[in-house]
């Protein structure tokens, strides 16, 4: 999933990818399975988010339930 990755650029990702969204991550978050990822990194995306704290609180409930995850580092 990606901020800027747009068009041809996207189509290329589905070739190694399984899932690919293109555009605004806000627009994709409610389609991504609660309790499901063990990691999910954000990579220098934080000032494109329109909303950074709803898309960390929305990001939050994807995680695991494992202990050792649901931390932020910086």
Not at 15 to 22: N, P
Not at 40 to 48: G, M, R, T
Request: hydrophobic share 30%; charged share 25%.
């Amino acid at each position: 999933m990606g901020n800027k990755v747009y068009g041809s650029i996207s189509l290329d990702c589905t070739i190694k990818l399984d899932k690919v969204f293109s555009g605004p991550c806000e627009d994709y978050l409610n389609q991504l399975p609660i309790n499901y990822f063990d990691v999910i990194y954000c990579n220098d995306v934080l000032e494109h988010f329109v909303d950074p704290e709803m898309v960390f609180t929305k990001l939050k409930k994807k995680l695991t339930k494992k202990k050792d995850h649901n931390q932020f580092h910086s």
